[in-house]
C-alpha cells in the first residue's frame, strides 16, 4: 500500500540543526512532489515548502528561507527536510505528504516530534 | 501574503447538516482542498479540486467552492465525523492553509 514512514522523534537545544527523513513506498517515488507541513502544539497547520521528487526543484515558506532544505534520494525513494538555528518555536510535529500538483496531500506520514530545548 | 479564514468552530447535531466555510481573495479561482485531523492523527485528505472525493472517503462529504469562498458540507454527521477540518489552497506556488474548524457533533 501507498506510505510515507517518517524518522524518530528528536529532542535538539536552540541553535541546532534537525533533519527528518520520509521513505515513500507503494508508488513510483517520481511522479509526485512531497510537502512538508508542521504542527506547533495546540496550532493549525503550516505548509514549509514542497519538493518535486522528479527533479528536486523546490519552493519554501517565505518565513523559513535560508533556515530550511528539503532533498530526495530517488535510489531510496526518501525525502529529507533539515531545519537549521533552531529556536523554541520551531517545537511541533513535522508531516511529509505526497503532493500531486492540484490534487491535494493525499497520503501523509505519521508525523515526527521535534521538540527544541535547552 | 495570501490567507484564508475559517471559522474556530462549528456545532451540528448528529445526522444533520454541517457545513464549513473557507474565505480567500478569489478563491474561486484557486483550487481548494479540505483536510481532516482527529487528535493525534495525521491529516486526511477528504476533498480536493473544489468538490472531488478521494477514493474512500465518504459520499456524506462533499465540497463546492465559488466567488471567495469554499465550503465543505457533511450530510448526515456522526459522531465519527467530529475532528479539525483544514481548507487549503496554492497562491503563487505557495500552499496556504486555514486557520481550521473544530467541528463539535453535539
Known amino acids: 500500500q501507498v506510505q510515507l514512514v517518517q524518522s524518530g522523534a528528536e529532542v535538539k537545544k536552540p541553535g541546532a540543526s534537525v533533519k527528518v527523513s520520509c521513505k515513500a513506498s507503494g508508488y513510483t517515488f517520481t511522479s509526485y512532489g512531497i510537502s512538508w507541513v508542521r504542527q506547533a502544539p495546540g496550532q493549525g497547520l503550516e505548509w514549509m515548502g514542497w519538493i518535486s521528487a522528479y527533479n528536486g526543484n523546490t519552493n519554501y515558506a517565505q518565513k523559513l528561507q535560508g533556515r530550511v532544505t528539503m532533498t530526495t534520494d530517488t535510489s531510496t525513494s526518501t525525502a529529507y527536510m533539515e531545519l537549521r538555528s533552531l529556536r523554541s518555536d520551531d517545537t511541533a510535529v513535522y508531516y511529509c505528504?505526497?503532493?500531486?500538483?492540484?490534487?491535494?496531500?493525499?497520503?501523509w506520514g505519521q508525523g515526527t516530534t521535534v521538540t527544541v530545548s535547552s | 501574503s495570501y490567507e484564508l479564514t475559517q471559522p474556530p468552530s462549528v456545532s451540528v447535531s448528529p445526522g444533520q447538516t454541517a457545513s464549513i466555510s473557507c474565505s480567500g481573495d478569489k478563491l474561486g479561482d484557486k483550487y481548494a482542498c479540505w483536510y481532516q485531523q482527529k487528535p493525534g492523527q495525521s491529516p486526511v485528505l477528504v476533498i480536493y479540486q473544489h468538490s472531488k472525493r478521494p477514493s474512500g472517503i465518504s459520499e456524506r462529504f462533499s465540497g463546492s467552492n465559488s466567488g471567495n469562498t469554499a465550503t465543505l458540507t457533511i450530510s448526515g454527521t456522526q459522531a465519527m465525523d467530529e475532528a479539525d477540518y483544514y481548507c487549503q489552497a496554492w497562491y503563487s506556488s505557495t500552499a496556504v492553509f486555514g486557520g481550521g474548524t473544530k467541528l463539535t457533533v453535539l
Open positions: 505528504a505526497r503532493d500531486a500538483s492540484g490534487q491535494g496531500m493525499d497520503v
